[in-house]
Structures are given as C-alpha cells and as structure tokens.
C-alpha cells in the first residue's frame, strides 16, 4: 500500500493527479441526476415524514399511576400503532403524559384501553386530549427567513474575500446540491423529520460551505496570477489545488464523520429513534456528500465559469504554444514535467 | 533572550491562554460560591425536565378564542420566551384553546407574567379625570342632567364622547380597593373609563390613538433629568415606527395647545394604557415629533425591564390564566445522554487514532488541542448557563460531538501547509511559519461563515433553532481561540526541538517521508529555497521573472528540478533521488 504521505507527496507535485475538472460533464451528470432523484424521492413518497412536533399529535394523560416507568407508557403505544415514537414523561408525582403522532379516533380509544390496563388505573384517570405543534409555521419560517439570509450575507461574504462573484456562485451551486441530496436521502431512509433532523440539516449548511472556502482559499492562492504564468492553464491550477487539498478533504471528512457515524451506529442500532438518531443520520450524509460536492461540482463549476473569460482563454493559447515549443525543442528524456489534467 | 522572537511571542501567547482559563474558572467558581451558577452545565428540558404549565385565554362568558388568536399567542409567547435566555422552551397549544409552555427549571414570578400577560399598550388622551374612589348614590348626577353629545366628536379629545352610559360608568368605577374589573377587550375606536391604580385617579379617555402595534422598540433604564444628569426614576424607552411617529406628533401638539390655554385643563393629559389599566397619564409638556417617548411611572428596576421585554414583541391577542403549573420529568431518558456521550467517547477515541496514525507524534498536537477546546467549550457552556440561561439539550450535545470534526479541521489545514512547506525544502521553523501565514487565512475565512451562520440564525430564527446557533458560535470561537493561541504557538515551540526540528521518522513532519527537496545535498548548507527557486525560475523564464515571490513558491519539485537542469547545474543529472523524481514525474504525462 502506497503511504498516505506518500500519496499526499505525489498530489502536492502533481506526479498524480485525478481529473475533477476536465471531466466535470460526469460530475454534473451525476450531480444533476442525483438532484432529480432527491426531488422525486419525497413526491413519490408523497412529502415527508413529519414528526408531531410539526404536526401536533394526540396526548394521553394518566393520573395516579402506581408505577411511573415511561416503558410502560411506551408499549401501550407501540402494541396499538407499531411504529410510533411516543414520548412519555412524569408529570407533577404521579401523572403521566404521553404525547404521540395523530391517532384516529378508533386508535385513541385502543391506545387509552390499553393504557388503563398498563398502569392498572381506573377508567376515569385517563383523559386525551389533542396538541397543537411545538414547531409551528411561525418557527419554520423564521428559520427559512434565517437561512436565505445567511445564504445571501454569505454570497456577499465570499465574494468580498475571493474578489470574484463566481466563486460564490460556484460555492452556492454546491450547497444546493449539498442540500437537495442531503434532504431526498432522508426521506429515502423514512426516519420521522424532527427538530433534530432540522437542526442537523443546518448544521450541513453550514459545514458544506466551510469545506468549499477551505478549498477555495487554495485555488485562489494556486491561480492569484495565473494571467501571467505560461506554467499551466487556469483549469489545469484549480484542478492542482483540488488535488493538492485532497488529502485534507479525506482527513478531515473522516474526523468529522468517524463521531458522528459513532454517533449514528449508538442511536439506530442501541436506542432505536429518537433525537441522535435522527441528528446523526442529516449529519453523516451531509458530511460525506459535502465533501464530495466541493471537489466534484463547486470547484469544477468555478473553473467552468472563468475558463471562457478571454484574458484566460488567451492564456491557455500560451500555455500550450510554449508546452509545443518545449516539445520540439527539448526531446531528451524527462524533458517537461507537466501535469497532465 | 530575545524578547520579540517567536520562541517567546510564542511562550507569551500559551501565558495569555493560561490566563484566559484561570479567569474563567475564577468566574465560574465565584459565581458557583457566591451566586447562582454552577460547575455543571444547565440541561435542557428534554434532559432535565421542568416545568409545564397550562394557560387557558381569559375570555368572558361563551367567546371562544379563534385558530388566528391562537397562534398569535404561541408566536409571541415564544418570541418573549426567547427574548429572556436562550433555554429552549416548547410552547405548544393544547385542544384548540389552550396554550402549554414547557421550560426546563422553575419559572420566577416574571416569567409568569412575562408569558401571559397580554401587554397590549395603547395611548389614549385623557377628556376627564377625577378621584379614585366610586361616586356614592347621593352625589350622582340626577338621570336628567347627565352630559348628552351636542355634536359628533371631531377628535379624540372632545368632550362629545361623553354620553349618559359612559358617564355612569365613570361615576360607579372605583380605582381603590374594592377595584372594579377591566372590562376586556375594549374597543380602540370608542371612549373607555379606566383607572391609574398607582395614584387612586380614574379616568374618561378618547379612542385609541396611537396603538401599540406602532411602537418599533422598547428599552428600558434611567430616565434622563432636564439637564441631561440621570435621575434615580425608572423609565420605559419607547420607540415608535413612522405611521405612530406622525401620529404622536399630532396628538402632542393638540395637547400641548390645552395646556398653553389652560394649565389646569385635564385634556392635555395623555393616558398610556397596559392591560386596560392605565399605567401613567403624563402632561404634554412639549410636542414630541421624533417617534421617542418614555413612560415614567411607579417603576422599579424589574418591573420597567419586564414591560419593555413585553413591549417590544408585540401584545398578546387576549390575556391569560395559568390554569395549571406542575413538574415534568425529562421526555427523554437518562439512557440518551449516557449513550450520547458514550458515542462522543467512542467518535473521539477514533479520531484520536485516526490523527495519530496520519499524523504520528504530531496528531498529539492536534489531540491536546481538542482538549483545551473542549475545556474552554465546558467553561464557556457552564458560564453561559449562569449569565444567559443557556441549556444543552440532547441536539446540543450532538452538535458538540459534530464540533470535533470542525475543529480538528482548522489543524489539518493547518498541518498540512507545513507539509507543503516542507516539501518545498523548506525548514521546519520557516515552514511553521510560511504555512501559519497561510493556513491562517484559511482558517479565519471558513470560520467566518461558520460564525455568520451561527449569528444570522441566532438573531432571526426562534425556539430550537436558536439554541442550535448558539452552540455553533460558541464552538466557533472556541475553536478560533485554540488555533491562535494554543495550537500555533505550541507548534512554534515543537519546531525548535530536535525530535520534530531533525525531522524524526514519528514527528509526522519527517522531510524524507514528505518528498522535501534535499537542498543540502548540492548547496552544502541549508539554502533559502525562495532564493533558489527565484534564481532558477529567473533563468528559465526571463519573461515571468515579475511575478510574485509566492507564486514562485508554489513551483511544483518536479518544475524546479526541470528548472535547475535547465540551467545547466553542476551535478544537476547525477544527483540520485533528484533525478529519479523527475523521471517518475515525466513518466506521468499523457
């Protein structure tokens, strides 16, 4: 096995080199068909599976219980609607409340038998009653309103930092792939949308963008005159930079992703739904797809963008009238050292 | 020793770090002996559970409160929630007419009032004023001579508005105890009587002027005396938009002319109406056409806070009842918080192992690192608990596991400039340095979007999603502090080891390993490799020998070596590994 210092050595000079931006047509393929599939995803599904803090849901409350274990309140739910996550809690000595989706009325009546025999009370002690959602229209929008105006301060942010508005573009076209994908792969996993999902899901925002700048601050450092160099052409320095941050992009992806996926295996697989469930699940794809999005589409999207711009169309001419100079001037052996992108 | 080195700007910088912990945990064990905080962070309801508490709308007889009101309610409720601490409460409604508040620990007499207090404010001129106490039967007014309009009302302050009924009410209203009730739900366009409970005085007052839905903000403090030296009087700082601006202006300047006609005119009163009650009718001294008021009354530090924190969201659409106040137990288990952190433990530990295996003796660097800014995080958790009521919740513990992953990243990016450096030959001193230069613009630009992220949400977004901000900030910052004066500095020190500094085969910084150009092996001593390059990239190509000094850095080995050859070296084709990495590096094309 190649060394990762190795690998790392041979990206850094370009002696290996993989091809992200003279084959970004695959990549937007890919890219574009995965957005489509994400967006199909929940239609077909017919929307997404809101939880009841979105939804309100009906809630249960048993008073004088002998036994205040919220396990039996738990199974009371389940054996009537296998699949609900009720979440019970003890109210105030000994009341309990349990709060799950919408029941129908005939599943409110078995749920409510069900609970009388469970905790052994008397027909009166239990009442239902129906809650409205704690997340309510008034909470998603301000956090919509929050989101496009980060989106926008921080379009502006990078385009003050790189001095080119197409790299916020490029950045911001990664993010909504980032987004969409991230969204229709959980849908595709039919775990229940929580606030927990919401907030992984912002979370993702917030670290794909990150990872773009990182990358990005490279490229602006591999290209600052490109204009003046006949070394490579502006494509061949971004595809370099990629290359030359790839082992930082692996790096950090498998230490932001290894507590999470920790996370993640502990909340499906020991503690079955629930808040790190739901978390760590928007988080390990948005993670990985993050990572992805950025090599993949934002910087060959920002090398798209300006390659046409004449003063670096003009450029890629010098470049390659100097590499046909070199070629038949110098034919000894290791004559040019040039990356091939 | 020098004192500017960077041996010592570095040892001075972990001193300021030093510095800063002992600070906070002095400010966190005063607080914990002397006030209320304590070395353990707050936990959230979902963690600890709290208090639930059942409000049903106070409304008369059969009236039913609409879907509209409703939400209104919860919408405000929680925005005021939200403006006293960042403590994650969920408000939720309960059968279509209750509201249901659960906040984690126990609330204090003001949040009670804060969260079902209507705070509906308007502002009404006063047409008449009188004693607190009811008229008795036999100084009433005799049915035949009660006031009756001669004309339609032409403002606010006619005495038009009086009509029989009115001024029977007025007559039989008392503002001493026994008070009479508030009628609720007054209606703005019509004349009401009201009390100011503080002086014992009651009141005719024309239709609303200036609703509270016009004020744009609401402070409170100090009320400035006439020559601008503070007063020992509370105040209310009101802040009108520009619809109640300009009407403000015209309401004081009507008044202000009762007043110049005759001082003892009880119409150049204005009434500032809460709840129905009135809380303070002051003169109108002046015409105030700036949109600022503030209200004086009997306030004290807390209560002008409490109205000015009510004020500022808006009022609720009906008042209400706390129809029932108990405890509740955490909704999720114990066993969620034990398994969370189990899996933080475990997501650690691996990437514990995971950095000491890419990086080696160097992936402890990046270890203690984690540590002071977990450190730092736990102090600043515990600390924001006591001050801001800041409550980790099962989400926020995820987020803090997430930060790991952030944070390590800021020392890959960083780590990794020193392995670039170094392999363009560079020292590892000057790599340190070169690639601290640059891995600090990095770090600083993507931290920036992180904290734009955590301070956008945090001013806009409400409920979960703001708690979520916070704690997104708050490892951002933590993160910025450990990269600048813990992680730097510390790796400024490590260079001037021989361990690292000679490059040892576990430093993880070990030349060799990294492909480094062995420029001693032709120079004979260690040589600036910026003027190497510089020289050799001057011969090569005269026409690019402008460009900038990093730009000439950024040669790749391969191209200074073709670049060396070029210039017909001495020994250029013989030198071993030289040679052999150019060959690798030629082979590649395509």
Redo the contacts between chains.
Sequence with gaps: MTSFATFGNELYTGKRSYNFVSKRKIWFTIAAVAVIVSILIPIVRGGFNLGIDFRGGSEFTVSDVKDTNSGIGERAVTEIVPGAVPRVANIAGNTMRIQTDKLSDDETLKVKAALITDYGVQEDHVTSTFIGPTWGADVTRQALLGLVAFVLLATLLMAFYFRTWRMSVAAIVGLLVVMITTAGLYAASDFEVTPSAIIGFLTILSYSLYDTVVVFDKIRENTADVERSTRRTFAEEVNLAVNQTLVRSINTMMVAVLPVASVLFIGAYLLGAGTLRDLSLALFIGIIVSTFSTIFIAAPMYAWLRMREPVLVKQARRVSQRRAAEKATDDAPGGTAEVSV | MARTGPTSTARRTLLWLGIIFIALAMLLGSGAIWGSASWAPKLAL?LE?GT?MILTPKVQGGQSITDEQ??QA??II?QRVDGSGVSES???????RNV?VSMPGTPTAETRELIKASADMSFRPVITAGPGAATTPDKMLPDAQLPVPKAAPTNASDENWIDAALYKTFETTSCVPPVTEVPTNTDPAKPVVSCELDSGTKYILGPVEVPGKDISDATYGLQQGAQGATTNQWSVNLKFNGEGATKFREVTSRLNGFLQANPQDPRAQFAIVLDGRVISAPVSQAVIADGNSSITGNFTEASSKSLADKLKFGALPISFDIQSE????????G??LE??L???V???L??VV??LF?YRALGFVTIFSLVVAGALTYLAIAILGWTQNYRL???GV??L??A???T??SF??YF?RI??EL?DGRGLVAAVENGWR?AK??VL??????L???V??Y???????RG??FT?GLTAIADLIVVFMFTHPTLQLLARTRFFGEGHHFSGLDPK???AVPLYRWAGRFRDPVQISLGARGAA?GK?S???A??ER?Q????R??AARQEQMAGSRGAGSA?A??????K???
């Design positions: 979902d559970g639930q409703l939400n919860v919408s929680r969920e408000i939720s409604t309960q059968s279509g249901i108990e405890q509740i137990s955490a909704t999720l288990g066993q969620q398994m969370g189990l899996a933080g475990i997501g650690l691996l990437v995971y950095s890419q919740s099962l989400a995820a987020g596991i997430v790991i992953g952030q390590a990243d890959i990016v990794e392995r670039d392999r640059r613009r990095t630009a993507s931290k920036a979007v992180n734009l992220a955590a956008v949400l001013f806009v977004a409400v409920g979960n999603v979520f901000a997104l390993r990294l492909g190509k690019n402008g460009a900038q990093e730009a950024r790749t080995i391969a191209e070596r073709l040679s990495g150019s060959q690798d590096a030629a590649e094309n395509k």
